[in-house]
């Protein structure tokens, strides 16, 4: 040793995506911008991005003849070590791409997969992430497991299956078996906790990825939960004690959402969403300083309706009012106004009037406009504990 440390080799990566009738060009360069922070999130660096307009997808290639040989030409000429689809592939896809590309394939829920997977810090957390990996993984066993024996590691080998080849499937239908019942048994252990925490109100922080849910969970219990500006910080759901004036409530931080999610993890993630079934207020918490801010909003939503949960009581939190940006449009700019066009005090009018005033601007980072936050919170919750629980009034 001679005293120094070498940097970490990262992979370059380039980005694929398609412009079709589902996905206007515009949708596909933000999903682009999403994949590129994914990628980042992993480790690697996203070199450069291609795209194609497309009316039906190619079943065998996803893009077309001509877009693959250009992109065959860039992986040579710049040293490329990975090509990233948007998309899920099928496994098919996922084997005619390589063979013509001569280069390992990614595709969106796969990064996802890798990213969750060194993100898993708990034995529950790992287990979720595991079973999921493996469900992804089954149907993709001949292309994956006869080329992981060269392989030294890398984005999207995180996980099952890097230190054993494994080409019996039933091997891995009694892995995905087993971690169902270690899931089972630890979605019934968490199921009695929940049941032992008493008769406190549940107040749960759910919204996109990166939106800030970690930093206002330690703002408002005063504890130390992990945030930093990476996709998917918090895997596992934190549940803290939180006072307000005299008032205790349950407060729970929740894994954030994405666009694609997928499915597999949602359904291994089912214990750790389950703290939103049974929350009481649901925190939305909004990015207001992202520029497609109102899209997270309805992905968001999304999945919750598909959950069942969007009956709940639930009040949105602007948060990163401090990092809102503000661009006046020129008299002769005769384009459609877009967000960033209005002053903050503009979308927050505007807001309050569309959420029927359930709605709050704040920034956790900087602590503004905290105490109206927190005057809130205790109204709502003590509304609740006063309908719920009538002879705790004392209380108050």
């Known amino acids: 040793m001679n005293g120094t440390t070498t ?7 380039i ?10 060009e515009e949708e596909v360069s933000e999903f682009l911008d999403e994949l590129e922070f994914l990628v980042d999130t992993a480790g690697a660096i996203p070199v450069e991005r291609f795209t194609q307009k497309v009316d039906i997808q190619n079943s065998r290639t996803y893009i ?22 948007d998309d899920e592939l099928s496994p098919s896809q996922l084997r005619n791409i390589e063979r013509e590309l001569e280069c390992r394939i990614l595709d969106r829920t796969n990064l996802i997969l890798d990213i969750f997977a060194g993100r898993a810090k708990t034995a529950h957390a790992k287990t979720q992430v595991e079973l999921a990996q493996y469900q992804y993984l089954l149907p993709r066993l001949t292309r994956l497991w006869t080329h992981l024996e060269r392989q030294k ?21 009694d892995k995905i078996a ?3 019942g270690e899931l089972e ?7 009695t906790q929940r049941k032992n925490r008493g008769k406190l109100i549940r107040v749960a922080l759910v919204g996109y990825t990166n939106v800030g849910k970690s930093t206002i969970m330690n703002l408002l219990s005063k504890s130390d939960v992990f945030a930093e500006n990476k996709l998917f910080a918090t895997l596992d759901t934190t549940v803290r004690k939180v006072v307000i004036g005299n008032l205790p409530f349950l407060l729970s931080d929740t894994v954030g959402f994405i666009r694609k999610l997928p499915h597999s993890l949602v359904e291994s993630f089912k214990s750790t969403l389950d703290e939103l079934r049974e929350s009481d207020i649901l925190l939305h918490v909004v990015d207001i300083s992202h520029p497609n801010f109102d899209e997270q909003i309805k992905v968001v939503n999304q999945i919750l309706f598909e959950m069942g949960v969007s009956y709940k009581t639930t009040y949105v939190v602007f948060n990163k009012i401090d990092a809102y940006k ?8 005769l384009t459609p106004q877009s967000k960033e066009n209005y002053t903050l005090e503009e979308l927050k009018n505007s807001w309050m009037a569309k959420a029927n005033s359930n709605c709050i601007f704040i920034s956790a980072e900087k602590k503004e406009n905290i105490e109206e936050f927190k ?9 609740i504990h006063i309908t719920r629980y009538p002879y705790d009034n004392f209380l108050y």
């Not at 940097?7 to 990566?13: D, H, N, V, W």
């Not at 980005?15 to 206007?24: R, W, Y």
């Not at 005057?375 to 509304?383: I, T």
């Open 7 to 13: 940097e970490k080799f990262k992979e370059r990566a």
């Open 15 to 24: 980005l694929v995506g398609v412009i079709s009738k589902e996905q206007t």
């Open 64 to 85: 077309g003849k001509g877009k693959l040989t250009e992109i065959e030409q860039f992986i040579k000429i710049h040293n490329i070590d990975l090509v990233i689809f």
């Open 153 to 173: 590691g890398g984005i999207g080998l995180r996980g099952p299956g890097e230190t054993e080849i494994e080409t019996d499937r039933r091997i891995i239908r």
């Open 178 to 180: 087993r971690l169902k």
């Open 185 to 191: 048994k630890i979605d019934r252990q968490m199921a």
């Open 326 to 333: 503000y661009s006046p449009k020129d008299d002769d700019d």
């Open 375 to 383: 005057n809130l919170l205790y109204d709502k919750v003590k509304e």
